[in-house]
């Protein structure tokens, strides 16, 4: 009876150890898996998205009249019309791309945490992420367009995320051309990438600080998911 009873007794501890190994391996595999599966869904919706640019480039060959159904299945994420485009978002750990990374493949887009919007207004640009939103100076006609050393960033606004608090900067950007204490020179100003679900947006300062005809290019560039400006001179 007694050796019967030990028997049984082990059996039951063996199996679960079994159950516990198994609940284990499942859930290292469980994200692993989701990250799979993601990937897969991706790569349909890319295509999707191909196989629905195609169509539209035919229509517009065809002239006008010219229709057809086009089907769009999206599988998981969020699908909609936003500024004149058709956006998909697609939350995941798998690694696709790269942070901040974009691919263009003709009309499409394809970029990763891309935070950063940009737009330009009367007198100014705004680039902004979750984090930042900078404020540039506008100036486009560069027969009339003057810059100089520290009027180029207007305002620059942290904002933390998770409270939506917000600090404005106390101090100003300047530069300097060799030793000069400060310049104004004739010049223009570019916004590049204008838009929303950006990987990353820059302002360029065209400045003739010579009188040739050349100039020295300002960049400032705003990337996904930064609290910081890059500024580059060339």
Known sequence: MDLKAQIWISAILYILVITVVMVLVLNAGVPVLKDLQDKTVFTRSKNTFLNLNQQINEISEEGVGSQRVVPIEIEKGNLEL??????WDLKTNAKILESGQQIELGNLYISSNADVSSRAFDGNYTLQNNYLTATFYKCEDREVCVLNESGMIMRLVFTNPETGDQTAAGSTFEFHFNSSASWDAPGFSVLEDE???????????YVNNTGANYYTVVEFTLESNRDFLQARIR
């Open 82 to 87: 936003r500024d004149g485009s058709l956006k």
């Open 195 to 205: 838009g929303s679900s950006l990987g990353a947006a820059r302002v360029l300062y």
